[in-house]
């Protein structure tokens, strides 16, 4: 089955404690994104891969870092976590008529 | 950034009716895309429609596009208890090695039984 999958679903964590978010896509998908999800702010970019090793900034990519070494795994990396953090985040690959593929998401709490 | 407006923010229905959502953007596009989320899930497409499209059907959805006017809209016919959800449009642009894709902030959608 086509899909993208994240891990963990949920996660509680303290500000300060370094967090990484897995990404995986099976679908040989090579333009990848990461998204958070706010009330009242709907769906924000914060970084996106074009391929693998080519990735850039969003529209709010500060407090968080990515990689991409391999073409089906996109981690999301939160060196130092801090409340305003605190968000659903998503993961997409993007097919050919640039129709995105969301993974379920990650519900990220930040004390 | 945001470009997509989806309007109403909020709608409710009763089952069997028709739900309309409105959505508008600024700037020129390839393709509009419509999303459906359930609570607390990850987005699923729905359709996409072409900048030289006009109309598009998928089972009981119905989209169009019109670029004159920058809007674009998703008629849910003949609703149903589980479509209650939130929907987001997208818009896609993409040219000279770049690309933009936005999305709305949502239309929550609530179909009564």
């Known amino acids: 089955e086509a899909q993208v999958t994240q891990n963990p679903r949920y996660l509680i964590t303290v500000t300060g404690k370094k967090l990484t978010v897995t990404c995986s896509q099976n679908?040989?998908?090579?333009?990848m994104s990461w998204y958070r999800q706010d009330p009242g702010l709907g769906l924000r970019q914060i970084y996106y891969s074009m391929n693998v090793e080519v990735t850039d900034k969003g529209d709010v990519p500060e407090g968080y870092k990515v990689s991409r070494k391999e073409k089906r795994n996109f981690p999301l990396i939160l060196e130092s976590p801090s409340p305003n953090q605190t968000s659903l985040y998503f993961c997409?690959?993007?097919?050919?008529?640039?129709?995105?593929?969301f993974g379920p998401g990650t519900r990220l709490t930040v004390t | 950034s945001q470009q997509g407006e989806e309007d109403p923010q909020a709608l409710s229905i009763q089952e069997g009716e028709n739900a309309t959502m409105n959505c508008s953007y600024k700037?020129?596009?390839?393709?509009l895309q419509w999303y459906r989320q359930n609570s607390g899930r990850g987005l699923v497409h729905l359709i996409l429609?072409?900048?030289?499209?006009r109309e598009k059907h998928s089972g009981r959805l119905r989209v169009t596009l019109d670029t004159s006017k920058k809007s674009s809209s998703l008629l849910i016919t003949a609703s149903r208890a589980a479509d209650t959800a939130s929907y987001f449009c997208?818009?896609?642009?993409?040219?000279?090695?770049?690309?933009?894709?936005?999305f709305g902030k949502g239309t929550k959608l609530s179909v009564i039984p």
């Open positions: 700037t020129s596009i390839n393709n």
């Open positions: 679908m040989n998908h090579e333009y």
């Open positions: 997208a818009t896609v642009w993409s040219g000279a090695g770049s690309y933009q894709l936005t």
């Open positions: 429609i072409r900048s030289n499209e």
């Open positions: 997409a690959s993007r097919g050919l008529l640039y129709e995105q593929y």
